[in-house]
């Protein structure tokens, strides 16, 4: 898999294909380049960087050699999954669009079910947030909480939110098991980090809650005991759910498509679509080489969808985040780090989370932690400066890989599972993809199917369209200058570092 996250060019140079190819592709969107699918150009030599990625700190110093690279940790030793070439047909019954857990999983699904499938993707297969993301497995709960939720839906919808979070996870549990997928789950448990006494008291009180309206369990870290879950001082104690854990998320992406392709679905890499278009009771899929006939689409592009898929484009904002892998430390050190090897979270608005490496001998930390668009020793002097806070002996130096990706986040903080103008729709997990995806897969293809168990507590939400959605990503980075702003400001007025 490329390492660079950028989008691809604009595609017009590509289509040297039929007026029936331009036609289709026009009912989404004229043939030209948006402004995420052409590279960003080196920048001019002393241009400064967004110095609220990261921390106060700009990275102005004198490591211009970088001793990182642009590359993906997932990727050492895990090739790209190479689907096998068929050639294409003229129709299917289902194309589902995008390649990563979610397309694999629902084209998997429907493969089994005797349906003709035909996966599409514009890069490798997996190549976006499915082999870019932590390898976090959790509950995934709703970013309201119990009390939000309840404000919001009342408490009889609130607890049913709350419990897909539960549903999700015991579902993927049994899917890794049954299927015996080789991606290195394991359920280590994750340590989340209060930063403030007023964080403590308030996320003790939500665990509370969940427990009795899920019974989730978690087990409360006294200040005195944090030594026992992590290395790092920055906390006044913290909460361990036990029931979260972690994986191996480019191994996880190649399990999912052997599986995909021994049902009997078709995955086609490197395979842009150009536009969707409804042609009587179904549609037509434009690609560079062709117009292909679906009965069905499915599209799960989440947070790489562009005007080409405009139906998830216009109901998701694209957040850049960014990954970085230590260099290798030893396992003594990383455990003196993650004295259980459990996944690390933190409380704030702009957090920073983290976890041992599966062989435990690197530490990954993930978050809006650099500009994904500065020069890579600027990244490692922005990562370096945000870790500090937590591990001051970490220097620049350290921080060997890094790459970039994105989440797809809603207005309402849910995902969605949806059909919009007879497309279904699957996506919008808000940073929380890994269980999300694989239970929404399942749910989706019950609901293809008719098949019973089939309803999910977000089926009535709707799935709302982004106000302004040319404006989003640039709200997006404003809100979390803004939300840093606050944090800042919040640890201070307490006496506390944060």
């Not at 009912?27 to 150009?41: C, D, E, F, H, M």
């Amino acid at each position: 898999m490329a390492d660079d996250p950028a989008e691809p060019p604009g595609l017009d140079v590509e289509l040297a294909a039929s007026d029936d190819v331009r036609a289709v592709a026009g009912y989404r969107v004229a043939l030209q380049p948006t402004r995420s699918q052409v590279r960003r150009s080196a920048p001019a030599a002393g241009k400064s960087y967004d110095s609220n990625y990261g921390g106060d700190d700009n990275g102005g110093s004198d490591l211009q050699r970088s001793t990182a690279s642009l590359s993906n940790f997932w990727n050492q030793g895990v090739a790209d999954f190479a689907p096998v070439k068929r050639p294409l047909r003229s129709g299917y019954d289902v194309v589902v669009v995008g390649a990563g857990f979610s397309g694999l999983a629902v084209a998997s699904g429907l493969a089994r079910s005797g349906l003709s499938v035909l996966v599409l993707e514009e890069k490798t297969v997996g190549y976006g947030a499915s082999s870019r993301n932590g390898g976090m497995v959790g509950p995934s709960f709703h970013e309201l909480g119990m009390v939000g939720l309840t404000r919001k839906y009342g408490e009889e919808k609130a607890r049913s939110i709350m419990r897909a979070g539960i549903e999700a996870l015991d579902y993927c549990q049994d899917l890794f098991s049954s299927e015996g997928f080789d991606c290195a789950f394991r359920m280590t448990g994750r340590f989340r980090g209060a930063r403030s006494e007023a964080h403590l008291r308030s996320m003790i009180a939500e665990c509370k809650r969940l427990n009795a309206s899920v019974g989730l369990p978690y087990e409360v870290v006294e200040p005195s005991d944090l030594h026992h879950h992590t290395g790092s001082r920055a906390y006044k104690g913290g909460v361990v759910y036990p029931r979260d854990g972690g994986l191996h998320p480019k191994r996880l992406v190649n399990s999912l498509a052997s599986r995909a392709e021994a049902a009997g679905a078709h995955i086609q890499a490197n395979t842009p679509v150009m536009g969707i278009m409804r042609d009587g009771k179904g549609f037509q899929v434009a690609i560079p080489s062709a117009v292909l006939a679906a009965r069905h689409v499915v599209v799960a592009t989440n947070g790489y969808s562009d005007r080409r898929v405009s139906v998830m484009n216009d109901r998701v904002v694209p957040i850049d985040v960014t990954v970085s892998a230590t260099r290798p430390l030893g396992e003594e050190r990383v455990r003196a780090m993650s004295p259980r090897f459990h996944m690390h979270g933190e409380s704030g608005r702009i957090f920073i989370w983290s976890r041992p490496t599966p062989d435990h001998t690197r530490f990954i930390f993930g978050g809006r932690i650099s500009n994904p668009s500065a020069p890579v020793h600027i990244q490692q002097q922005q990562i370096a400066t945000a870790v500090r806070r937590l591990y001051p002996d970490l220097t620049a130096a350290d921080f060997e890989q890094i790459w970039n990706g994105k989440i797809a986040y809603t207005t309402d903080h849910a995902p969605h599972l949806a059909q919009i103008d007879g497309i279904w729709l699957i996506g919008g997990y808000c940073g929380s993809g890994v269980t999300r995806s694989l239970y929404f897969a399942d749910k989706l293809v019950r609901k293809m199917t008719g098949q019973p168990g089939s309803e999910t507590a977000f089926d009535d939400l709707g799935f709302p369209h982004v106000p302004f959605r040319i404006f989003a990503p640039f709200g997006a980075r404003m809100l979390t200058r803004y939300y840093a702003w606050l944090d800042r400001r919040e640890f201070r007025k307490a006496g506390e570092l944060g």
